[in-house]
């Protein structure tokens, strides 16, 4: 078999197979990666999210019985929401971000590979493969690298001219010896508006990111989140798009081609107050299919909490109350008190008060004095009060 051949037939048959870009590359052991992600768990940058086998996460060998090469995928996906909903006082909305709009990414990308693997199977008796999108061992974005997907962006993302950084990537070890493709040499010259623009400055460097600083990490964690990072939150519901949106390289790039991926405007950009006490059932209605469920609905609840306080949105009062009194979980009534302290007012004092002493979790009882703190320090015009303490 020509395999130089084949891979060209391969690269046809791609947009067909549903993929937007296709690479090869060898599946040497990843040696400069290694030491890069080692430093950066020294560092305490990981997320915790990633695999922790560091040999795993950088030689293919340990997954594949005599890997030959790795073929990497990009699927594209929209940028842009068309009519969407409204967010005005009275009715405030949150944000998904757009890795999240449509159905799953992983379901979509393991389709994707699956008609890859049918069409290898088709073609090459005896092809072995093992495919990955995402929860697999590999760093998705070095194997993507090494395959001329795009590069390294400054933002940390895979950026490719033509499809910008808009793009779910996946990989399929295989037994094939592709020749592999060429890194793409372009790269983010001198601009640094991702790194300016980050609201939290988690990206430490060009290409470094403290994943503890991360809005995308935050909105993606279940406990209470500091003072500082709730008011940076904004009104992200789930993961942050802001060093991606303010990319030269992304503009005017808005995929719409990928039907599954298609946004549900007033899912992905939904109203606040009603998430509050959205049920297990409707959660599940609503968002099981898509990439922002998979830490269930608490932290959801608990940003569209925060995102109603830092609108300061006082029709939201009665309900944030609501949420204080009577929601089982500590993190919720912890964070409303916060909210309600963003929000203020006689009726949020009250309220606070009369919860505190009936208060039993700790970690809230601590909200919600800092919550009453603040709010006396604002009525006898004093402004020093004690910020909410980070997260340890
Ligand atoms: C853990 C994780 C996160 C964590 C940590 C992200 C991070 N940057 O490390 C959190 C929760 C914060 C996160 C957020 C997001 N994620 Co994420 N995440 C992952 C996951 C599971 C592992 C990433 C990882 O190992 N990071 C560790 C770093 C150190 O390694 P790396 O980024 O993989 O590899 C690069 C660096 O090591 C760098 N590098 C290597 N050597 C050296 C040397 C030097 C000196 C430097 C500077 C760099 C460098 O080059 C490698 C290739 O780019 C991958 C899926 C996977 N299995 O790979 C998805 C993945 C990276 N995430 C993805 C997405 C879409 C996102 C978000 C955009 C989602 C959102 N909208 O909120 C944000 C973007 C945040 C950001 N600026 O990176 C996509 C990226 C697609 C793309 N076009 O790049 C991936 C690939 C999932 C997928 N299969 O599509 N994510
Ligand atoms: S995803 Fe948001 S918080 Fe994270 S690095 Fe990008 S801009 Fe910063
Ligand atoms: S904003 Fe500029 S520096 Fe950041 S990824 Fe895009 S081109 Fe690179």
């Not at 046809?12 to 296709?22: Q, R, S």
């Not at 290694?34 to 560092?43: F, N, S, W, Y």
């Not at 990072?229 to 009104?235: A, E, S, V």
């Amino acid at each position: 078999m020509e395999w130089a051949k084949l891979k060209e037939d391969i690269r046809e048959a791609a947009p067909i197979l549903g993929i937007d870009k296709i690479g090869f590359a060898s599946a040497d052991p990843f040696t400069e990666l290694k030491t890069r992600l080692i430093r950066h768990r020294e560092l305490g940058r990981e997320s915790g999210f990633e695999e922790p086998d560091l040999d795993k996460r950088t030689n293919p060998a340990l997954l594949f019985e005599n890997p030959q090469s790795i073929i990497a995928i990009a699927v594209a996906y929209p940028a842009k929401l068309h009519n969407p909903p409204k967010s005005e006082p009275g009715a405030r909305r949150g944000i998904l971000s757009r890795s999240a709009w449509g159905e799953d990414y992983h379901k979509v990308l393991r389709d994707r590979l699956a008609r890859l693997e049918a069409w290898l199977k088709e073609h090459v008796p005896g092809v072995r493969v093992e495919s990955m999108v995402d929860t697999g061992a590999l760093s998705d974005r070095a194997v993507a690298e090494r395959a001329g997907i795009g590069w390294s962006a400054k933002n940390c993302s895979i950026l490719s001219e033509d499809l910008g950084s808009w793009i779910y990537l996946g990989e399929m070890i295989t037994n094939i010896p592709f020749p592999p493709d060429t890194p793409v040499t372009e790269g983010c010259g001198e601009c640094t508006k991702c790194i300016d623009a980050c609201p939290t400055d988690a990206l430490v460097g060009p290409g470094q990111l403290d994943s503890q600083k991360c809005i995308s990490f935050v909105t993606q964690t279940k406990g209470f989140v500091s003072d500082e990072l709730m008011r940076k939150i904004g009104n992200r519901l789930y993961g942050c798009d802001t060093c991606q949106t303010v990319c030269p390289v992304n503009r005017g790039k808005n995929w719409t081609h990928q039907p599954e991926l298609q946004p549900d405007p007033e899912l992905v950009k939904p109203l606040l107050v009603p998430l509050l006490t959205i049920g297990n059932r409707e959660f599940k209605e609503r968002y099981a299919s898509s990439s922002s469920a998979w830490r269930g609905k608490k932290p959801i609840q608990r940003n569209a909490v925060i995102g109603l306080g830092n609108f300061k949105e006082k029709s939201a009062v009665p309900d944030l109350i609501g949420v204080m009194k009577e929601d089982t979980r500590p993190v919720l009534r912890g964070t409303a008190a916060w909210a309600l302290s963003r929000i203020g007012g006689e009726e949020a004092l009250d309220a606070l008060r009369e919860v505190l002493q009936s208060e039993s979790d700790e970690e809230a009882r601590v909200y919600m004095e800092r919550a009453i703190a603040s709010l006396e320090a604002v009525q006898i015009g004093t402004d020093d009060a004690p910020s909410i303490p980070r997260e340890s």
